[in-house]
C-alpha cells in the first residue's frame, strides 16, 4: 500500500519567515494531495490541495509544489504570522480509495 | 465540514465495556471513515465505508467494529477487544477528493 512520510516533525520560525514541509509517497498511482491544519484539540481542517496534473497551486501566503517524478510533494508559507501555529498533516489519495497520512509536522510561530 | 456531528465530545469508559461513538453527516456523501489519533501522532485508519451496507478494514481495525446502515450515519464501536482505547476519535466523510471531518471524540478509559 501507499506509504507517506512526512519532515520535519517540528518546525519553529520567526514570525514574518516562511516555512517548508516535506512529504513523500510512494504509490504513484496517488493523485490527489491535500494538507491539512490541526488546532489543539480540534478538528483537521483542509488549507490547499494539489492533484497530480499540476506542479504547483497557491492561495495567498500558502502554496504547494508537487514532483511527481520524484514523488513528492511541499508546503510553504510565507510571511508566518503566530496563528500559523498549529500541526500540519499531509496526505496522499488513490482514486476511490483511503487517504494515507503523513505523521504530522508541529510548527511554532515565535513573535 | 460543518454538516459533519459527532457524539459525544467526550466519553468516559470502564474497562471491560464496549461503547459506541456516533457519526452523522447531512452532506449526501457516499464515502465516510473512522481515524484513531494519538498525542503526537497522525491519523490512522480504522474502518471506511463507500457505501451503505459496506465497508472495509483500516489498518488498526482489531477490537473496533461499524455499521453502515444509513448513508447519513456512520457508528463506530469499541470494544472491550481494544486493549488501549484512550484516543482521539475522528470521523470524515468524503465527496469526490475532499474529504471532511467532524469534530472528533475524545475516549477515555477509566
Known amino acids: 500500500g501507499e506509504n507517506v512520510e512526512q519532515h520535519p516533525s517540528t518546525l519553529s520560525v520567526q514570525e514574518g519567515d516562511s516555512a517548508v514541509i516535506k512529504c513523500t509517497y510512494s504509490?504513484?498511482?496517488?493523485?490527489?494531495f491535500p494538507w491539512y491544519k490541526q488546532e489543539l484539540g480540534k478538528r483537521p481542517q483542509l488549507i490547499i490541495d494539489?492533484?497530480?496534473?499540476?506542479g504547483e497551486k497557491k492561495d495567498q501566503r500558502i502554496a504547494v509544489t508537487l514532483n511527481k517524478t520524484a514523488k513528492h510533494f511541499s508546503l510553504h508559507i510565507t510571511e508566518t504570522q503566530p496563528e500559523d501555529s498549529a500541526v500540519y498533516f499531509c496526505a496522499a489519495s488513490i482514486p476511490g480509495n483511503q487517504f494515507y497520512f503523513g505523521t504530522g509536522t508541529s510548527l511554532t510561530v515565535i513573535p | 465540514d460543518g454538516g459533519i456531528t459527532q457524539s459525544p465530545k467526550y466519553l468516559f469508559r470502564k474497562e471491560g465495556q464496549n461503547v459506541t461513538l456516533s457519526c452523522e453527516q447531512n452532506l449526501n456523501h457516499d464515502a465516510m471513515y473512522w481515524y484513531r489519533q494519538d498525542p503526537g501522532q497522525g491519523l490512522r485508519l480504522i474502518y471506511y465505508?463507500?457505501?451503505?451496507?459496506?465497508?472495509q478494514k483500516g489498518d488498526i481495525a482489531e477490537g473496533y467494529s461499524v455499521s453502515r446502515e444509513k448513508k447519513e450515519s456512520f457508528p463506530l464501536t469499541v470494544t472491550s477487544a481494544q486493549k488501549n482505547p484512550t484516543a482521539f476519535y475522528l470521523c470524515a466523510s468524503r465527496l469526490r477528493d475532499e474529504q471532511f471531518f467532524g469534530p472528533g471524540t475524545r475516549l477515555t478509559v477509566l
Open positions: 465505508s463507500q457505501i451503505v451496507n459496506d465497508f
Open positions: 504509490d504513484s498511482a496517488s493523485n490527489y
Open positions: 494539489i492533484r497530480s496534473n499540476v
